[in-house]
T-cell receptor, first 115, second 117 residues
């Protein structure tokens, strides 16, 4: 149980375009979802936390107008990278938790490459 | 604020040898502690977790970890490493209680494990 999927697994786009990444909890209702980014050979850095039906809470230094997060249902959250640039190329990982618990269940990640 | 330190960036062991990956945390109360493993280009898989109770926790794939409050440590161990254990390992701390940090995880820098045949 507690499976989280992400789509797409990898995406390549041109600079200036927008990219949407989906995160789904397949067998549970995710009251909270988290978005992380991971640069090569680095750790995971939390970008934002979203609760279903509420606005996302962004970590310091993360541009909320550039990284749009929507958590419209208890099983789906989306991250849209707007006007992507090469420096946005990274591995984006989502996770989900339920019932107000601390344990997070991680998706497989999405590799974004911006040309 | 909570923080996690994994002092070893890269560890190399021979297959069959024992393994210990170090993790030190900083947190004002009793934390939630986790170890995750990540294969290249993949997401994170939970190995084990500590919330409370017995300080020696057993996880999947033969891993265990011991919570030592006096040393602020949560080191990961395995008695005999297999070649398939080669991956990157992350220690993470989560906040208990309420407040803006509740539910968030802070990750260490990761330790890359290489296993020699």
């Amino acid at each position: 149980g507690a499976v989280v999927s992400q789509h797409p697994s990898r995406v390549i786009c041109k600079s200036g375009t927008s990219v949407k990444i989906e995160c789904r909890s397949l067998d549970f209702q995710a009251t909270t979802m988290f978005w992380y980014r991971q640069f090569p050979k680095q750790s995971l850095m939390l970008m934002a936390t979203s609760n279903e039906g509420s606005k996302a809470t962004y970590e310091q230094g993360v541009e909320k107008d550039k990284f749009l997060i929507n958590h419209a249902s208890l099983t789906l959250s989306t991250l849209t990278v707007t006007s992507a640039h090469p420096e946005d190329s990274s591995f984006y990982i989502c996770s989900a938790s339920y019932g107000g618990g601390t344990e997070q269940f991680f998706g497989p990640g999405t590799r974004l490459t911006v040309l | 604020a909570q923080s996690v330190t994994q002092p070893d960036i890269h560890i190399t062991v021979s297959e069959g040898a024992s393994l210990e990956l170090r993790c030190n945390y900083s947190y004002g109360a009793t934390p939630y502690l986790f170890w995750y493993v990540q294969s290249p280009g993949q997401g994170l898989q939970l190995l084990l977790k500590y919330f409370s109770g017995d300080t020696l926790v057993q996880g999947i794939k033969g891993f265990e970890a011991e919570f030592k409050r006096s040393q602020s440590s949560f080191n990961l161990r395995k008695p005999s490493v297999h070649w398939s254990d080669a991956a990157e390992y992350f220690c993470a701390v989560g906040a208990q209680g309420g407040g803006t940090s509740y539910g968030k995880l802070t990750f260490g820098q990761g330790t890359i494990l290489t296993v020699h045949p």
